[in-house]
């Protein structure tokens, strides 16, 4: 007699129109008695490398970095512990990153958030030469360094470099859209979010004072590579304009990122950093102007050198403004930048619109309990009507009116460094 139960754990409302659903057959795949599902499209194999040329051994991830775990994406991510200690596509983990700053919004990239035991997932992708979702199946076997497996039996994938799960099984769904490992060099944040997101971003160029603002689309290139290509420009925003834009965009919870201009800001280059806040402190009898700051977590650990930096002496010659901002030294896990060290830092600024309204809502439902489905349901309602949902869902420019440059709420901010290459 075959037993089947029906367990509610998360419901979470993606990005886009995409089906929940599993067909009969994929559930009959991974019912077989050997326990693990082994994907016969994307097989551990050359082709499925690609240009990678490694001794690789492909280990089960889920059995090496979840063995206890039952969600295979916490609710309260930490961004730092997401980064902590990664290298190789960082691109993509910078995106995921950013987007861990939204409650939810990672929970939505997987069709389940619960940890197979048999090793097969799903991941929801757009695809932008497409312009369709996209659900790719997956499973947990990653390739990795042979022979730091064979010295000390270590986990080390070859590409992305983390000890969490989720980022490595995106990064194998990038893979397989991409065709390969290999084909994922070279590729962007910018073009990351828009995957996982859905949204087409808008990139804003850094001019002499001002921001030139151009589309980006997607194409492929002479080989058949996934890339992208920015439009001409369409308009301009000054740069005193564009800290109100961005500051009322981080009022109205967007999501924002930044990548490093180099080591000789103690900035890490191609790495995204989110911009979790902008402020004003009133002018005081030392400064005739208000000042302006910018708030940006440093999920990889590294060390700003600029004025404000978490050493400076000017939290000490200014005790009004570190009131104001309520310093403290001892959070490793953000730091300050003054906007017009924001200015000379960062050449391009990319926005991806997320969606605003229902497609916001996300019901975490844990327990067991009859109750737990209700309580998850007057949870999110509340986290969304408190975060102006309903407001946004019926006048989408809400809080925007006064801006000279204004965009649709709730968008994405991304930081791409110092110019628009591919990470």
């Known amino acids: 007699m075959l037993l089947l139960e029906l367990r509610l754990r998360t419901v979470p409302l993606g990005f886009g129109e995409v089906s929940l659903r599993t067909t009969l057959w994929e559930q009959m795949g991974t019912s077989r008695w050997s326990g693990t599902f082994a994907d016969p499209s994307f097989p551990a194999n050359a082709a499925t490398?690609?240009?990678?040329?490694?001794?690789?051994?492909?280990?089960?991830?889920?059995?090496?970095?979840?063995?206890?775990?039952?969600?295979?994406?916490?609710?309260?991510?930490?961004?730092?512990?997401?980064?902590?200690?990664?290298?190789?596509?960082?691109?993509l983990l910078a995106a995921l990153a950013s987007l861990s700053e939204h409650r939810g919004a990672l929970q939505q990239i997987f069709e389940s958030t619960e940890v197979n035991v048999q090793g097969k997932?799903?991941?929801?992708?757009f695809d932008g030469i497409e312009g369709r979702w996209r659900r790719i199946i997956v499973d947990d076997r990653i390739p990795c360094h042979r022979a730091a497996y064979e010295n000390s039996k270590e986990f080390k994938p070859i590409c992305l470099q983390t000890q969490e799960l989720s980022?490595?099984?995106?990064?194998?769904?990038?893979?397989?859209l991409c065709g390969s490992y290999g084909r994922l060099r070279g590729s962007s944040t910018a073009w990351a979010l828009r995957t996982l997101t859905g949204q087409t971003p808008r990139i804003f160029v850094r001019g002499k004072d001002s921001w030139d603002s151009?589309?980006?689309?997607d194409e492929l290139d002479a080989t058949g590579k996934r890339s992208f290509c920015l439009l001409e420009a369409d308009s301009n925003v000054?740069?005193?304009?564009?800290?109100?834009v961005l500051r009322r965009h981080c009022l109205?919870?967007?999501?924002?990122?930044?990548?490093?201009?180099?080591?000789?800001?103690?900035?890490?280059?191609?790495?995204?950093?989110?911009?979790?806040?902008?402020?004003?402190?009133?002018?005081?009898?030392?400064?005739a102007e208000d000042w302006r700051f910018v708030k940006i977590r440093d999920a990889w650990q590294s060390n700003w050198q600029g004025s404000w930096s978490r050493h400076s002496a000017q939290w000490t010659a200014e005790p009004e403004v570190r009131r104001h901002l309520d310093f403290r030294a001892g959070d490793a896990s953000a730091f300050w930048m003054s906007w017009e060290e924001f200015f000379q830092t960062w050449r391009t600024v990319a926005v991806v619109e997320r969606p605003v309204g229902v497609a916001a809502l996300h019901f975490e439902v844990i327990g067991d309990s009859v109750c737990d489905p209700a309580a998850a349901c007057l949870l999110g309602c509340a986290s969304f009507w408190a975060g102006e949902g309903c407001q946004r869902l019926y006048s989408p420019a809400h809080g925007l009116q006064g801006e000279t440059y204004s965009l649709q709420a709730s968008p994405s901010l991304t930081m791409l460094g110092k110019d628009i290459e591919k990470e």
């Open 252 to 287: 109205l919870q967007s999501v924002v990122c930044a990548a490093g201009a180099g080591p000789e800001t103690g900035l890490k280059a191609k790495h995204a950093y989110s911009i979790l806040e902008l402020c004003r402190v009133p002018a005081n009898k030392k400064s």
């Open 214 to 217: 151009r589309e980006m689309e």
């Open 49 to 91: 490398l690609g240009e990678v040329v490694q001794e690789v051994v492909w280990l089960r991830a889920t059995r090496r970095l979840c063995q206890r775990a039952i969600q295979l994406v916490a609710s309260d991510v930490d961004p730092c512990q997401l980064c902590a200690g990664a290298e190789g596509d960082v691109w």
């Open 238 to 244: 000054s740069h005193d304009v564009f800290f109100d």
């Open 167 to 176: 980022p490595l099984l995106v990064e194998k769904a990038f893979a397989k």
């Open 121 to 125: 997932y799903v991941v929801k992708l």
